[in-house]
Protein backbone atom coordinates (compact mmCIF):
# COMPACT_ATOMS: atom_id res chain seq x y z
CA UNK A 1 0.00 0.00 0.00
CA UNK A 2 2.42 2.46 0.39
CA UNK A 3 4.76 1.55 -2.62
CA UNK A 4 1.45 2.05 -5.07
CA UNK A 5 -0.78 4.57 -3.20
CA UNK A 6 1.00 5.95 -0.15
CA UNK A 7 4.65 6.99 -1.56
CA UNK A 8 3.14 8.65 -4.67
CA UNK A 9 0.71 10.61 -3.11
CA UNK A 10 3.28 12.11 -0.57
CA UNK A 11 6.02 12.63 -3.33
CA UNK A 12 3.61 15.02 -5.42
CA UNK A 13 2.39 16.97 -2.47
CA UNK A 14 5.78 16.78 -1.07
CA UNK A 15 7.07 18.46 -4.99
CA UNK A 16 4.08 21.03 -4.81
CA UNK A 17 4.86 22.20 -1.30
CA UNK A 18 8.58 22.58 -1.95
CA UNK A 19 8.59 24.20 -5.17
CA UNK A 20 5.94 26.78 -3.64
CA UNK A 21 8.56 27.17 -0.41
CA UNK A 22 11.95 27.03 -2.32
CA UNK A 23 10.42 29.87 -5.31
CA UNK A 24 13.16 32.25 -3.64
CA UNK A 25 16.00 29.69 -4.16
CA UNK A 26 14.93 28.73 -7.48
CA UNK A 27 15.02 32.50 -8.87
CA UNK A 28 18.17 33.43 -6.62
CA UNK A 29 20.15 29.93 -8.17
CA UNK A 30 18.68 30.92 -11.49
CA UNK A 31 20.28 34.73 -11.40
CA UNK A 32 23.37 32.72 -10.33
CA UNK A 33 23.80 30.22 -13.02
CA UNK A 34 22.43 33.33 -15.63
CA UNK A 35 25.17 35.64 -14.30
CA UNK A 36 28.19 33.27 -14.20
CA UNK A 37 27.33 30.90 -16.88
CA UNK A 38 24.30 32.52 -18.93
CA UNK A 39 21.61 30.71 -20.68
CA UNK A 40 20.41 27.66 -20.16
CA UNK A 41 19.54 27.91 -17.32
CA UNK A 42 18.65 23.96 -16.71
CA UNK A 43 20.54 20.90 -18.04
CA UNK A 44 18.27 18.48 -19.39
CA UNK A 45 18.59 15.01 -20.62
CA UNK A 46 17.14 11.47 -21.30
CA UNK A 47 17.00 9.23 -18.51
CA UNK A 48 15.75 5.56 -17.74
CA UNK A 49 13.19 5.64 -15.31
CA UNK A 50 10.86 3.09 -13.48
CA UNK A 51 10.76 -0.27 -15.91
CA UNK A 52 13.12 1.63 -17.73
CA UNK A 53 10.64 3.68 -19.67
CA UNK A 54 12.83 7.47 -20.91
CA UNK A 55 11.95 10.84 -19.04
CA UNK A 56 13.27 13.74 -19.31
CA UNK A 57 15.57 14.83 -16.26
CA UNK A 58 16.35 18.88 -14.87
CA UNK A 59 19.27 19.97 -13.44
CA UNK A 60 20.23 23.55 -13.14
CA UNK A 61 23.12 24.01 -14.80
CA UNK A 62 26.66 23.31 -13.43
CA UNK A 63 29.26 23.43 -15.61
CA UNK A 64 29.81 26.32 -18.63
CA UNK A 65 30.19 25.62 -22.20
CA UNK A 66 34.36 26.05 -22.49
CA UNK A 67 35.66 24.86 -25.50
CA UNK A 68 39.74 24.02 -26.44
CA UNK A 69 41.15 25.70 -29.81
CA UNK A 70 39.74 22.62 -31.53
CA UNK A 71 36.19 23.81 -30.41
CA UNK A 72 35.68 20.59 -28.05
CA UNK A 73 34.42 20.96 -24.42
CA UNK A 74 37.18 20.90 -21.95
CA UNK A 75 36.85 18.71 -19.11
CA UNK A 76 34.39 18.33 -16.78
CA UNK A 77 37.28 19.38 -14.07
CA UNK A 78 37.94 22.72 -15.70
CA UNK A 79 34.05 23.33 -16.55
CA UNK A 80 32.69 23.06 -12.96
CA UNK A 81 34.02 26.42 -11.26
CA UNK A 82 32.58 28.93 -9.21
CA UNK A 83 29.27 29.39 -9.02
CA UNK A 84 28.37 25.92 -10.43
CA UNK A 85 30.76 24.33 -8.30
CA UNK A 86 29.34 26.02 -4.74
CA UNK A 87 26.07 25.03 -6.91
CA UNK A 88 26.76 21.24 -6.75
CA UNK A 89 28.64 21.18 -3.16
CA UNK A 90 24.77 21.93 -1.67
CA UNK A 91 22.95 20.07 -3.77
CA UNK A 92 20.86 23.05 -5.53
CA UNK A 93 21.43 22.04 -8.98
CA UNK A 94 18.86 19.36 -8.15
CA UNK A 95 16.56 21.43 -7.09
CA UNK A 96 14.65 21.20 -10.52
CA UNK A 97 13.94 17.43 -10.28
CA UNK A 98 10.86 18.43 -8.17
CA UNK A 99 9.03 19.01 -11.50
CA UNK A 100 9.98 15.56 -12.44
CA UNK A 101 8.56 14.45 -8.87
CA UNK A 102 5.82 16.32 -9.26
CA UNK A 103 4.74 14.47 -12.52
CA UNK A 104 5.35 11.27 -11.16
CA UNK A 105 7.97 10.64 -13.16
CA UNK A 106 10.76 10.21 -10.01
CA UNK A 107 10.53 10.05 -6.18
CA UNK A 108 11.90 11.98 -3.57
CA UNK A 109 13.69 8.28 -2.78
CA UNK A 110 14.56 5.97 -5.29
CA UNK A 111 17.91 4.97 -6.78
CA UNK A 112 19.14 8.12 -9.19
CA UNK A 113 18.16 7.69 -12.53
CA UNK A 114 21.44 6.80 -14.59
CA UNK A 115 22.60 7.14 -18.39
CA UNK A 116 20.88 5.32 -20.82
CA UNK A 117 23.34 4.36 -22.34
CA UNK A 118 24.64 1.86 -18.91
CA UNK A 119 20.95 0.11 -19.81
CA UNK A 120 22.56 -2.95 -22.05
CA UNK A 121 25.82 -3.25 -19.84
CA UNK A 122 23.51 -4.03 -16.55
CA UNK A 123 23.41 -7.37 -15.22
CA UNK A 124 20.14 -9.04 -14.08
CA UNK A 125 20.44 -8.07 -10.60
CA UNK A 126 21.56 -4.66 -11.03
CA UNK A 127 18.68 -3.88 -13.62
CA UNK A 128 16.28 -4.56 -10.75
CA UNK A 129 17.25 -0.94 -9.98
CA UNK A 130 14.35 -0.15 -12.19
CA UNK A 131 11.71 -1.66 -10.74
CA UNK A 132 10.97 1.62 -8.45
CA UNK A 133 10.92 4.88 -9.53
CA UNK A 134 14.07 6.70 -9.61
CA UNK A 135 15.03 9.30 -6.78
CA UNK A 136 16.46 12.31 -6.29
CA UNK A 137 18.11 10.80 -3.19
CA UNK A 138 18.56 7.20 -2.42
CA UNK A 139 20.10 4.50 -0.21
CA UNK A 140 23.16 4.50 -2.53
CA UNK A 141 23.62 8.25 -1.83
CA UNK A 142 23.66 8.21 1.66
CA UNK A 143 26.26 5.32 1.76
CA UNK A 144 28.90 6.96 -0.43
CA UNK A 145 27.29 8.91 -3.17
CA UNK A 146 29.57 9.38 -6.22
CA UNK A 147 32.67 8.31 -3.99
CA UNK A 148 31.65 4.57 -4.08
CA UNK A 149 32.12 1.97 -6.75
CA UNK A 150 29.93 1.07 -9.21
CA UNK A 151 29.42 -2.50 -7.96
CA UNK A 152 28.51 -1.14 -4.21
CA UNK A 153 26.55 2.21 -5.62
CA UNK A 154 24.05 -0.70 -7.36
CA UNK A 155 23.77 -3.26 -4.56
CA UNK A 156 22.79 -0.39 -2.06
CA UNK A 157 20.24 0.20 -5.26
CA UNK A 158 19.05 -3.46 -5.16
CA UNK A 159 18.83 -3.07 -0.99
CA UNK A 160 16.50 -0.08 -1.46
CA UNK A 161 13.74 -1.90 -3.80
CA UNK A 162 13.86 -5.33 -1.77
CA UNK A 163 13.56 -2.71 1.74
CA UNK A 164 11.53 0.13 0.50
CA UNK A 165 9.38 1.20 3.00
CA UNK A 166 7.89 4.66 4.80
CA UNK A 167 10.76 3.94 7.81
CA UNK A 168 13.07 3.09 5.65
CA UNK A 169 12.62 6.79 3.42
CA UNK A 170 12.47 8.81 5.95
CA UNK A 171 15.61 7.21 7.61
CA UNK A 172 17.07 8.39 3.88
CA UNK A 173 15.86 11.52 4.11
CA UNK A 174 17.45 12.20 7.43
CA UNK A 175 20.61 11.03 6.04
CA UNK A 176 20.41 12.64 2.98
CA UNK A 177 20.24 16.17 5.17
CA UNK A 178 23.13 15.29 6.68
CA UNK A 179 25.30 14.24 4.09
CA UNK A 180 24.39 17.79 2.13
CA UNK A 181 25.35 19.85 5.63
CA UNK A 182 29.04 18.12 5.57
CA UNK A 183 29.29 18.04 1.68
CA UNK A 184 30.48 14.42 2.35
CA UNK A 185 30.62 11.85 -1.20
CA UNK A 186 30.05 14.56 -3.48
CA UNK A 187 32.95 12.93 -6.05
CA UNK A 188 34.89 10.16 -6.65
CA UNK A 189 38.68 10.65 -5.85
CA UNK A 190 40.20 11.99 -9.01
CA UNK A 191 37.03 13.22 -10.52
CA UNK A 192 34.36 15.63 -10.08
CA UNK A 193 31.91 13.42 -10.31
CA UNK A 194 31.77 9.51 -11.46
CA UNK A 195 33.60 7.93 -13.54
CA UNK A 196 31.44 6.27 -16.29
CA UNK A 197 30.35 2.81 -15.91
CA UNK A 198 31.80 0.70 -18.70
CA UNK A 199 29.48 -2.58 -17.58
CA UNK A 200 30.76 -5.65 -15.22
CA UNK A 201 34.00 -7.06 -15.43
CA UNK A 202 33.84 -10.65 -17.13
CA UNK A 203 35.63 -13.65 -14.79
CA UNK A 204 38.78 -13.06 -16.27
CA UNK A 205 38.82 -9.32 -16.14
CA UNK A 206 38.37 -9.94 -11.87
CA UNK A 207 41.62 -12.77 -11.70
Do not use: C
Not at 3 to 17: C, H, M, Q
Not at 18 to 42: E, K
Not at 79 to 92: M, W
Not at 130 to 150: E, K, M
Amino acid sequence: MYKTFFKPLLDRLGALLLLILFAPVFIAVGLSVYLTMGRPLVFTQKRPGYKENIFTIYKFRTMSDERDSNGELLSDELRLKGAGKLIRSLSLDELPQLMNVLKGEMSFIGPRPLLIEYLPLYNHEQKRRHDVLPGITGWAQVNGRNAISWEDKFRYDVEYVDSLSFWNDLKIIFLTVKKVLIKEGISQEGTVTMEKFLGNPTPKDSL
